[in-house]
């Protein structure tokens, strides 16, 4: 695989290159590492590599691979340096600045969401709240009054808002995607369970809980058929049936 690059951050000899042409599981799995180096309650400045993907929940060799892509090998016998690694996985993630975020839809879920103080640590900030409900047209919500969506274009241009959360029922969703396409967010985090037509240059990430509750219930399902089978045995945590 080739990997671009387009030298690197300012005044950090070794720091990633910007930008390697990451594989999409090593992204994903980026936030992960993020999340367990600011989680580290010992003050150390160096991590393991074993360490790093305990904490992380990957084994280790994955690990190391994933960091290859970003230029950062740690050094045998002594690890990675914190500060850096998160430095470098930082500015991949684009979290050098903070991302303002606007959220659509406030009901049980969005208001859940609005209230959310956990995204500030992590380089977000929503900034604006729309609603269609007039009934929901004032009402504060964390700091931030919720405002028609008429006004998404206006205030999407205002606060260079660059992120687009939908938290509205499907029947709604695509409405709003092209709303905020029209004021210019190309990227949209959809919680609403549809599939969303938009352009090219518009990223479009989907969580679906419900989704996720039927694959749990597809292991759970297949748990309990493989201990109803006779000569079932477990490999690697999985029930498995002998001769599978």
């Known amino acids: 695989m080739s990997h671009q690059r387009h030298g690197s951050i300012p005044g950090r000899p070794g720091a990633v290159t910007a930008f390697p042409d990451l594989p999409e599981a090593t992204i994903a799995r980026l936030p992960e590492y993020l999340r367990a180096l600011h989680n580290l309650d010992d003050g150390a400045d160096?991590?393991?590599?074993?360490?790093l993907a305990t904490a992380a929940g990957v084994n280790s060799a994955k690990l190391r691979k994933d960091l290859s892509h970003l230029g950062s090998y740690g050094t045998r016998g002594v690890g990675y340096d914190v500060a850096l690694l998160i430095e470098q996985i930082e500015y991949v993630l684009g979290l050098d600045e903070r991302r303002a975020v606007c959220l659509v839809g406030v009901g049980n879920l969005g208001h859940a969401l609005a209230g959310y103080d956990g995204f500030a640590s992590r380089g977000f900030k929503i900034v604006a709240l729309f609603d269609a409900d007039p009934a929901k047209i004032g009402e504060r919500i964390n700091g931030l009054t919720v405002r028609h969506i008429e006004e998404l274009g206006r205030i999407?241009?205002?606060?260079?808002?660059?992120?687009?959360?939908?938290?509205?029922p499907s029947s709604a969703a695509q409405t709003v995607a092209d709303e905020l396409v029209s004021a210019g967010v190309t990227s949209i985090l959809n919680f609403a369970p549809c599939v969303l037509s938009v352009?090219?240059?518009?990223?479009?990430?989907?969580?679906?809980?419900?989704?996720?509750?039927?694959?749990?219930?597809?292991?759970?399902?297949?748990?309990?058929?493989?201990?109803?089978?006779?000569?079932?045995?477990?490999?690697a945590g999985t029930q498995e049936a002998v001769g599978s």
């Open 46 to 51: 160096t991590i393991s590599s074993e360490a």
């Open 156 to 168: 999407a241009a205002d606060e260079s808002i660059a992120i687009g959360v939908i938290a509205t």
């Open 199 to 235: 352009p090219a240059n518009v990223d479009v990430r989907k969580v679906d809980l419900a989704v996720e509750l039927q694959i749990l219930s597809f292991h759970e399902h297949r748990k309990a058929s493989l201990t109803a089978l006779p000569g079932g045995r477990v490999v």
